[in-house]
């Protein structure tokens, strides 16, 4: 009965968590994107996409990214290519929403939840920004993988490293009966 009582509390406040963050992202999508007449985008994907840029550029690369007025995107172009576009999705904000509630859900310490908290949602931005840049420069030179490596490789790849997250924090600091 204990257990199902631990698995109970943990879906209780996953979806607490989980529902309120994503309510609470959807209200600044709404107030921050624009979808009439002219698209502009919410700044977290201008952010993503101003350092994905930037990353680009460090490793050579003359790329220049603008907002596409026809859509909700930032078109990301490669020596003057049209090469991939950036959308919200791209983001990785849900993928950060779904790692703080389970994070949350089998929470350690206060200060401890915080701290990994933080750092994972920073790691989980920098591994999605390179991410991007990797997806965009392949595409640049190989096109032809361009379905695979956005459908299976690059999904893995942040996935993958959310539930390497997940599983450090549960090994070794979520409180949960250990028996």
């Known amino acids: 009965m204990k257990k199902n009582k631990v698995v109970v509390q943990f879906l209780i406040k996953f979806f607490v968590v989980y529902f309120s963050l994503t309510g609470l992202y959807s209200l600044y999508l709404k107030n921050t994107q624009q979808k009439e007449t002219i698209f502009s985008c919410a700044p977290v994907t201008k952010m993503v996409t101003d350092h994905s840029e930037k990353v680009a550029e460090w490793f050579g690369y003359d790329v220049y990214t603008d907002q596409n007025y026809q859509e909700l995107s930032f078109m990301f172009m490669v020596n ?100």
């Open 80 to 179: 003057e290519k049209y090469v991939v576009r950036i959308v919200e999705g791209c983001s990785s904000v849900s993928i950060m929403i779904l790692f703080l509630a389970f994070i949350i859900a089998f929470s350690g310490s206060i200060k401890t939840t915080i701290l990994y908290g933080f750092f994972g949602l920073i790691l989980i931005y920098v591994t999605n920004i390179f991410r991007i840049v990797a997806l965009a420069l392949i595409i640049y030179h190989r096109p032809g993988y361009q379905e695979i490596l956005h459908s299976l490789f690059f999904p893995a790849v942040i996935y993958g490293m959310v539930f390497l997250l997940w599983m450090v924090w549960v090994n070794k600091f979520a409180k949960i009966n250990k028996k």
